[in-house]
């Protein structure tokens, strides 16, 4: 099995530093240029199916891969972002902010956000049931930053130090492309 991870295009969210998590924010048009130019890297491999978050930014990334692929695409909700809950539209805050929500050990449970261990617990879940179901394929995982993380860990393992410095280095960056086999 082989397995492309692409996290969406650029949104306005991503250009002010905010949480976008469960919010439904689309490409900007430096994203939609980024996604067109992702998408062309996957003209001569074929393509057996793609997965995607539900939200627009992922969708509106995987329809130029499946654009070029002529690939069948899948909405896949256990792709969506991490909730960011109350954060969402803000910035970091001094008592509330992203090294606390990368803390895995301290596994936070505030401000409405994921535990980061039940968030790991999804993807895990995922990619249990994917490399299971779709062991000979290619496929493309069309998700997020956030969701970029558990994804290298479950294939790569844990970093010894399960904090913002270790967690934050394995981020996709806007349409990175990752690519893993089983």
């Not at 130019?37 to 996957?42: G, Y």
């Not at 617990?121 to 993380?149: N, W």
């Not at 806007?174 to 690519?179: A, G, Q, S």
Request: glycine letters at 4%; charged letters at 30%.
């Amino acid at each position: 099995m082989e397995i492309f991870v692409v996290r969406h295009g650029q949104t306005d969210y991503n250009v002010k530093h905010l949480f976008q998590g469960y919010s439904d924010i689309p490409l900007n048009d430096i994203g939609m240029e980024q996604a067109k130019e992702t998408a062309r890297k996957f003209e001569n491999i074929r393509i057996d199916l793609i997965l995607v978050s539900p939200l627009k930014r992922a969708l509106q990334t995987a329809e130029y891969i499946k654009n070029v692929t002529k690939s069948q695409m899948i909405i896949e909700d256990r792709l969506i972002e991490r909730c960011f809950g109350n954060m969402e539209g803000h910035e970091n805050r001094k008592d509330w902010n992203i090294q606390m929500m990368l803390d895995y050990d301290k596994n936070y449970k505030k401000e409405n956000i994921e535990p980061i261990q039940e968030f790991f617990k999804r993807i895990y879940d995922f990619l249990e049931d994917i490399t299971e179901k779709y062991a000979d394929k290619t496929i493309v995982l069309v998700t997020h930053g956030a969701v970029s993380q558990p994804i290298e860990c479950y294939f790569k393992g844990m970093p010894d130090n399960r904090d913002f410095e270790n967690f934050e280095n394995l981020t996709l960056k806007n349409c990175e492309i990752r690519r893993y086999i089983v």
